[in-house]
Nanobody, 122 residues
Framework: QVVESGGGLVQAGGSLTLSCAAS????????IGWFRQAPGKEREVVSC???????YYLDSVKGRFTISSDNANNTATLQMNSLQVEDTAVYYC??????????????????WGKGTSVSVSS
């Protein structure tokens, strides 16, 4: 399973850090990352990271968000800077088996978190 933490309410331009703690599997041999879902919209990939293929970012968050993983602690982190109102959503940590981002990006997910809410005010 994965458990997210770190969501909250922040003003536009502010920062938040989301953390994802994994158990029952190793992040080192999975693609791990974040989806988000805003009200009335489909769930979309925000970012993911693979030990072999590196990091992927949704175009709208490039340059503002940074994903990292810590194999020793079996965690992943999403640092979100310069937050915009459009970033408001529930953020879900997720993991896909293997090393290929393709499976994550096509939502072949093995483990989903319950989500953490991020609200950005103007």
């Amino acid at each position: 399973q994965v458990v997210e933490s770190g969501g909250g309410l922040v003003q536009a331009g502010g920062s938040l850090t989301l953390s994802c703690a994994a158990s029952g599997f190793y992040v080192a041999d999975h693609v791990i990352g974040w989806f988000r879902q805003a009200p009335g919209k489909e769930r979309e990939v925000v970012s993911c990271i693979s030990s072999r293929e590196g990091a992927y970012y949704l175009d709208s968050v490039k340059g503002r968000f940074t994903i990292s993983s810590d194999n020793a602690n079996n965690t992943a982190t999403l640092q979100m800077n310069s937050l915009q109102v459009e970033d408001t959503a529930v953020y879900y940590c997720a993991a896909a088996s293997g090393y290929h981002q393709f499976y994550f990006l096509t939502k072949n997910i093995n483990v989903w978190g319950k989500g953490t809410s991020v609200s950005v005010s103007s």
